[in-house]
């Protein structure tokens, strides 16, 4: 019988990547995670002995706890924190059940950014409208919840980078960019080894849409008009960002669950 305080990696599993997703909290050794230096998708580290940092960070919070082995530190920290009145289970098994899980993803933790004041930073062009906003909406659901992002003049992306240590994206001549036809959402895909069916569904309506290839796929279209109606409906990019993140999670369950299903009317026919 499971504990009434653990998680199963398949319940996790399904709320990773939606709105729903817990807090996950890393709490594995050192020393271990630099023998296996990978992450549960938009989880974060932190060190188990520091349980008064976590009960001020969590409040109010659902959380999961994930050790290596799902024994000691993550049973005895979730114990801990459920004291508190907080809501914490523990993953079954730990980062080795999850590593071992049939179609888990795992978070190349070197292709993260150092974190600004608790969380990373991005910067980009001001006037998003497809690659500008998928590739946050993949930041906060899958590498770090609390990202923050800056939209700027073009001219000054690299100048706002520079400046306020945040890392520049969709712009010549950085790292997160295009590559041939891929957009930078691939690139972000494919270096933080988020590798999912769902993912590359997606990923091809956004390649798509931000590059005019509707052949790609029936939703490219509608993505296009959706967003070119979101960035006119906004003056404000990070309340543009705000309203979209919505249509992303959508998109998403959509590419994980939804994809084959269609739609007509009328529903039955004689």
Not at 56 to 67: D, H, M, N, Y
Not at 172 to 182: M, Q, S
Not at 223 to 245: E, F, I, K, N, P
Request: glycine share 8%; with cysteine; hydrophobic share 40%.
């Amino acid at each position: 019988m499971p504990a009434p305080n653990e998680i199963s990696v398949s319940q996790l599993d399904r709320l990773i990547g939606t709105p729903e997703a817990p807090e996950i909290i890393d709490v594995c050794l050192e020393d271990d995670f630099a023998a296996d230096p990978f992450l549960i998708p938009g989880s974060r580290r932190h060190p188990h002995t520091d349980a008064g940092g976590l009960i001020t960070q969590l409040s109010g919070k659902r959380a999961v706890i994930v050790c290596q082995k799902g024994l000691k530190l993550s049973q005895g920290l979730t114990s801990l924190l459920r004291s508190e009145g907080i809501d914490t289970e523990y993953l079954q098994g730990g980062m080795f059940g999850w590593r071992d899980a049939r179609g888990t993803m795992r978070l190349n933790a070197a292709a993260r950014p150092e974190t600004v004041n608790g969380a990373t930073l991005w910067v980009t062009r001001h006037r998003p409208k497809i690659d500008r906003i998928a590739c946050p909406w993949l930041i906060r659901r899958f590498v770090d919840p609390a990202a923050r992002f800056l939209f700027v003049s073009p001219s000054e992306v690299l100048n706002v980078g520079e400046r306020f240590g945040a890392t520049p994206f969709d712009i010549e001549g950085v790292f997160w960019l295009h590559d041939a036809d891929r957009c930078s959402f691939d690139k972000m895909l494919t270096k933080f080894h988020l590798t999912s069916d769902a993912l590359k569904r997606l990923a091809m309506v956004v390649r798509g849409a931000d590059t005019n290839r509707h052949d790609l796929h029936p939703a490219c279209a509608g993505l296009l008009a959706l967003s070119v109606g979101l960035s006119r409906q906004y003056r404000d990019d990070h309340d543009q960002l705000a309203a979209v993140m919505g249509l992303y999670d959508a998109l998403y369950r959509w590419a994980r669950d939804g994809y084959d299903e269609g739609h007509d009317w009328p529903t039955a026919r004689g």
